[in-house]
C-alpha cells in the first residue's frame, strides 16, 4: 500500500510540471553499452542492441542509451579524481551491492544506506528476506524520459517503462542517475501500476537512469 500511494504522489508531480531532461557528456565512441542484464539474452539480440543503441546526446527521452558514451567521474579514496565510462561504473556498482548483501548482517539497512533518501520499510526488509543470496538484473540505462519538482524540492524523474523486461509493480528497484552536476545518486525505484512508469525522487537532475532489479541469485 504504502509503495502505491508513493507511485501515485510520484506520478502525480509528473504529470502537474513535466520538463526537459538534460544532456550526459559523451564520447565518439558509439560501441557497447551497459544494458544487457545479469538475465541472459541471445547473444544476437544483444549484439543488435549494442550497435543501435546512440548516444545520449542522439537519443530520445526515455531511450535506452549507449552508456559508454558516458563519463562518470570517480573521487579515489586518496582524494584524486578518475574519469570512466558509465558501462563500467555500473558493472563495479553491482558488484559492490551484491557483495554487501552478502556480508552484512542487515542487508536491508547497509542497501539503504547507499541511498540519496532511506529506502521504504517494505524495500529494506525484501531486500533480508533473499538472506544475502541477491541478484541484480541491470535492466539498461536510459535518457531520462522527465522531470517535475515535487512540493519538497526533490526531483521526481521518469526512466519510462520497461514492462518488456519484466520490470512491473512489485519489482525490487534501485535507480542510479548520473547528474546534471555529475554527481551520483542512488534511489528506490518505484513503478506505476497502471502505466508502467518507473519513477524515483532525487536531489540532482539526472540526465540518465540506470534500472537495477534485485532478484533471487541462481
Known sequence: MKKKVMAMALTVALTLSMSMTAFAASSTTSSNSGNSGSSSSAAATITATVATTPAVDKAAPG???????VSVA???ADGSVQTTNLT???????KNVVALTATSEDAGTAVSALMTTPATPMFQ?????LNGKAAINNC???KTKAV???AFGNVIASAGSMKAKGVTNGSLVM??????????EFVEG?????????????????????????????
Open 175 to 184: 535507480l542510479m542517475s548520473v547528474n546534471a552536476d555529475g554527481t551520483v
Open 190 to 218: 518505484v513503478v506505476d501500476p497502471v502505466t508502467g512508469e518507473i519513477l524515483g525522487a532525487f536531489k540532482g537532475t539526472p540526465k540518465t537512469i540506470s534500472v537495477l532489479v534485485f532478484v533471487p541469485a541462481v
Open 74 to 76: 570517480v573521487v579515489a
Open 88 to 94: 563500467a561504473y555500473v558493472a563495479t556498482a553491482e
Open 63 to 69: 531511450q535506452v542509451v549507449n552508456t559508454d558514451t
Open 140 to 142: 539498461g540505462t536510459v
Open 148 to 150: 517535475a519538482k515535487d
Open 125 to 129: 526488509a525484501t531486500i533480508n528476506a
